[in-house]
């Protein structure tokens, strides 16, 4: 889904230059920002109506399979996880804008995106946990300073939209799940393991990563704003 957002947007901006026709669109009444918000936001439209057909296309072929219609709350979670995933993919649609205003080649803003994503896919979890040792050096007879070398390690690893994505996924539509960050035996004291959680709790459980997403996409957008802003684009 991220090299679908990708490929909405790469060449959105430069496209423009390359076929020089920038300078004539800008000369019409149109402001900047509203040339790039339009971009944007055809492009997320184009990637919603994506996910929804598949999310569709999905749904309709579980019910013939299992023969049961999904409960209200199961349909509820479902339609969260819709907007979870578009969300998850406006963050790379903003990305590839970005690198389309920086880049007047589309091939190297495709390639400076796709390079970020398989950054944050396969490296940076590992650098996170390299960071933690780093940053908070863990000592055998002092467990608190494992927990927290263990936490550091976490919430930096929360830094990649994929993180925040997959966590975000895992406690939607998997009522069972009850945390997302470090649970220590005597936390779960009381607690009925197993127990699913309403929709609500849920809800609440993944407020944090679906902010996180939604301001990961804003900044981008910021960002890509001043860049488009401070940039000549005549001919």
């Known amino acids: 889904m991220p090299l679908l957002a990708i490929a909405l947007a790469f060449d959105a901006i430069n496209g423009e230059f390359n076929q020089r026709t920038m300078s ?12 790039l918000m339009g971009k944007f936001l055809a492009g997320l439209l184009t990637l919603t109506l994506a996910l929804t057909a598949i999310w ?25 996880f819709l907007l979870l995933t578009i969300f998850y993919g406006g963050i790379w649609l903003a990305l590839a804008m970005v690198f389309s205003i920086i880049f007047r080649q589309p091939a190297t803003a495709a390639l400076s995106s796709i390079a970020v994503w398989l950054f944050f896919t396969i490296f940076w979890g590992i650098l996170a946990d390299l960071l933690a ?95 488009f802003q401070r940039q000549e684009v005549r001919a």
Do not use: H
């Open 24 to 35: 004539k669109v800008l000369a019409q009444p149109i402001y900047r920002d509203a040339l």
């Open 56 to 80: 569709l296309l999905i749904m309709g072929l579980g019910i013939l399979q299992l023969g049961l219609p999904p409960s209200g709350e199961e349909a509820a979670r479902c339609l969260l």
């Open 133 to 227: 040792q780093v940053l908070r050096p863990a000592s055998p007879n002092f467990p608190q300073s494992i927990l927290s070398q263990a936490e550091l390690a976490l919430n930096l690893t929360r830094l990649s939209p994929n993180t925040l994505y997959g966590e975000a996924m895992l406690a939607l539509l998997n009522p069972a799940v009850r945390s997302l960050g470090l649970v220590l035996p005597m936390q779960l004291q009381g607690a009925v393991l197993g127990a699913p959680l309403p929709l609500n709790q849920s809800v609440l459980l993944i407020w944090p990563n679906l902010t996180g997403l939604i301001a990961a996409t804003i900044l981008l957008f910021a960002l890509g704003y001043v860049l």
